[in-house]
């Protein structure tokens, strides 16, 4: 049995893996039926579970890259080298496990749709609405900016730099409304 090879296999098997699931995970990567980038192993209610695709090729990483320089570089015999592994393999994955259930999941949170409603949100146009036409609203909504076509609500054009409040969102146009206008009908 050539401890090498195995050692080679295991590493690079976890780090082509860890490496294609993180561009998966960003990038939801769908091949066929196969759907990479939701390999958390939530439970619901219970946190994230210790035995999770990211730990497991953590651990086949660390495993194998220990595992064959310590075999191919130092005097240890098998036995010693493959518990020293085993013991790599557990501290990356443990550290892997950590950085995701304690650095990363208290910040993920599910969008509602109240998180996604643009009326209500203000912004400017980064293109003028011509009469009866449409333009660009640029603004920002939980910390993202977005842009969408816009209308105004009146028919009316509107400048280029104008501040204004989307009155309505529909099929994709925002109906809008110059903010200074609101801010008058307020007062009167």
């Not at 958390?40 to 209610?45: K, V, Y």
């Not at 219970?46 to 890259?65: D, E, I, K, P, T």
């Not at 320089?69 to 518990?83: I, N, Q």
Request: with cysteine; charged share 15%.
């Amino acid at each position: 049995m050539n401890w090498d090879v195995i050692y080679l296999v295991c590493f690079g098997t976890g780090f082509v893996l860890s490496v294609l699931s993180a561009v998966a995970g960003f990038g939801h990567l769908h091949l066929g039926h196969l759907h990479l980038g939701h390999s958390a192993n939530l439970h619901h209610g219970h946190g994230v579970s210790r035995f999770n695709a990211f730990s497991v090729l953590a651990f086949l990483c660390w495993f194998g890259g220990t595992g064959y320089l310590l075999h191919h570089y130092s005097a240890f015999v098998a036995p010693v080298v493959l518990l020293l592994s085993a013991g790599s393999g557990c501290v990356g994955a443990t550290i892997l496990f950590w950085f995701f259930a304690k650095v990363l999941l208290p910040r993920e949170r599910e969008l509602t749709a109240a998180d996604t409603d643009a009326r209500g949100v203000t912004g400017k146009l980064s293109a003028g609405i011509l009469p009866s036409g449409t333009g660009e609203l640029l603004y920002t909504q939980n910390g993202v900016r977005r842009s969408a076509i816009a209308r105004s609500v009146d028919g009316l054009p509107l400048e280029r730099g104008t501040e204004v409040i989307v009155l309505r969102y529909e099929h994709g146009v925002a109906y809008v409304k110059p903010w200074h206008d609101l801010q008058l009908d307020r007062t009167d």
